[in-house]
C-alpha cells in the first residue's frame, strides 16, 4: 500500500518511501511505460540506507487513480505531479535527485523545464526517454539534412508502437506485442497498466512533436544511452549540450531497462551527484 497520496488534478498520486529518512540524500524514482513504481525494486535496494528514496506510481500505473479524459494524462499534469510530490516529503531538506526511466524520463524533461525546477531538483540522471521538444527540434535538423535521414527513418522504425497507439484497431493489441517485444530481463507488466497507459501517447506525443516551448534543463544531467535500446536511437542524444548546460552523456552496453538490469550501476550514477 502507498505511504501517502499525493491529491493532484484529475488524479490521486499514490507515493512509497524507502531506505534511510536520515542520509543526507534523497533520491526520488520516476518509472516509465508500461511499469510501475515497482521496476525500481532492484535499484532501491542497491540503494540500502545510502539514501532515502521517494518513488510513485505515475499516471497510468499501479496504484495511482486517475480521473477519465485524455487531458488528465498531459505531460503539463505529468510535470506538475513531481512537483506536488517533491512537495508533500515529510521533513524534506533541500532539493531531491532523480533517477527517471522511458515515459518517466518524458515527463520530468517537463519538469526540469520549469522556473522550479533548480530549487526542487539537485540533479538528474535520464534513462531512454528524451524530451519531446528535444525530439521535435532534432527531427526538424535531420529533416533539412539529406544525410541525416536514415537516422531519422530508424527512430520512426523503432517508433512502430507509438503510431500503433494512435490507431483505434491497433489499440488494444499493440500494448501486448509491445512488451513481449522488450527486453528479456525487463519486468513483466500489469496488463492494466499496459492499456492505461497508452493513453500518456495519445495525449502528448503527437501535440508535442508539432509544437511546443524550445527544451529547457538549468539542472546537472546525466543522459544514459543504452547502446542496445531497441525503441531509441542513440543519435537522440545529439546536440543536448545546446541547451544542458551542466551535461554528462553515459553510454551502456545494456538493453532498455538498465535501472532494472543494472541496479549497482545506477545508483553508483545517483550517489555520484551528492
Keep these: 500500500m502507498a505511504d501517502w497520496i499525493v491529491e493532484a488534478p484529475g488524479a490521486r498520486i499514490a507515493v512509497f518511501e524507502y531506505g534511510n529518512r536520515s542520509a543526507d540524500a534523497t533520491v526520488l524514482l520516476v518509472h516509465g511505460y508500461p511499469d510501475d513504481h515497482h ?23 499501479g496504484e495511482t487513480v486517475v480521473d477519465d479524459g485524455l487531458s488528465n494524462y498531459s505531460i503539463e499534469r505529468l510535470a506538475a505531479d ?34 522550479r525546477a533548480a530549487q526542487a531538483f539537485a540533479s538528474y540522471v535520464s534513462v531512454s526517454g528524451p524530451s519531446l521538444d528535444h525530439m521535435r ?4 535538423s535531420w529533416l533539412l539534412r539529406p544525410t541525416r535521414w536514415p537516422s531519422l527513418a530508424t527512430q520512426l522504425g523503432r517508433s512502430w508502437y507509438i503510431w500503433g497507439f494512435h490507431v483505434p484497431v491497433l489499440r488494444g493489441r499493440v500494448p501486448h506485442l509491445f512488451s513481449s517485444l522488450g527486453n528479456e530481463d525487463a519486468p513483466v507488466p500489469d496488463p492494466a ?27 546537472p544531467t546525466t543522459v544514459v544511452v ?46 555520484s551527484y551528492s
Excluded at 521496476?39 to 500505473?61: C, K, M, N, S
Excluded at 527540434?137 to 526538424?140: I, M, T, V
Excluded at 548546460?245 to 538490469?261: F, I, K, N, S
Design 137 to 140: 527540434e532534432l527531427s526538424r
Design 82 to 115: 513531481a512537483f506536488a510530490v517533491v512537495d508533500s516529503i515529510p521533513d524534506r531538506a533541500g532539493p531531491v535527485h532523480v533517477l527517471a526511466h522511458d515515459w518517466g524520463s518524458v515527463q520530468m524533461w517537463e519538469a526540469m523545464a520549469s522556473p
Design 39 to 61: 521496476v525500481f525494486d532492484p535499484l532501491i535496494a542497491e540503494f540500502g540506507d545510502r539514501a532515502r528514496i521517494i518513488a510513485y506510481d505515475t499516471r497510468g500505473g
Design 193 to 219: 497498466d499496459q492499456q492505461r497507459g497508452v493513453a500518456l501517447y495519445r495525449a502528448n506525443i503527437l501535440r508535442r512533436l508539432t509544437a511546443g516551448p524550445a527544451p529547457r534543463c538549468e539542472v
Design 226 to 271: 543504452p547502446r542496445r535500446d531497441r525503441f531509441l536511437s542513440e543519435h537522440l542524444a545529439e546536440d543536448l549540450d545546446r541547451w544542458i548546460p551542466r551535461l554528462r552523456v553515459t553510454r551502456v552496453d545494456a538493453e532498455h531497462w538498465w535501472p532494472y538490469t543494472h541496479p549497482g550501476d545506477a545508483a553508483a550514477l545517483v550517489l
